[in-house]
Nanobody, 123 residues
Framework: QVQVVESGGGSVQAGDSLRLSCVAT?????MGWFRQAPGKEREFVSA????????YNQDFVKGRFTISGDDAKNTVYLQMNNLKPEDTAVYYC???????????????????WGQGTQVTVSS
């Protein structure tokens, strides 16, 4: 069993930055970020494999969000710059310890999920 814990959410103004952190208690092959806005389905944001050789981002965050990882700490980060009101959502971190095929942009490829951290961006 792998526990996943996110942190770093908050309320900011449009154009501001936030860095989300995600710690997993066990080793994972890949870790990803998803988000769910009010009234919408959860969607993929970004993912990174262990070692950082593979990264995959959803189009809407390219150029603004950057995923990175610290394998020694089983931690991944999501640096979010130039935030927009439409980025408002609960952000979830997920861990794939079983080595799913890339790109790991589907919820089905993740076995363990965090509780989520709220990001609110006001205009």
């Amino acid at each position: 069993q792998v526990q996943v814990v996110e942190s770093g959410g908050g309320s900011v103004q449009a154009g501001d930055s936030l860095r989300l952190s995600c710690v997993a208690t066990g080793r994972s092959t890949s870790m990803g970020w998803f988000r769910q806005a009010p009234g919408k389905e959860r969607e993929f944001v970004s993912a990174i494999n262990r070692g950082g050789a593979k990264r995959y981002n959803q189009d809407f965050v390219k150029g603004r969000f950057t995923i990175s990882g610290d394998d020694a700490k089983n931690t991944v980060y999501l640096q979010m710059n130039n935030l927009k009101p439409e980025d408002t959502a609960v952000y979830y971190c997920a861990a794939d310890p079983f080595g799913s095929t890339w790109p790991v942009d589907s919820e089905k490829k993740y076995s363990y999920w965090g509780q989520g951290t709220q990001v609110t961006v006001s205009s």
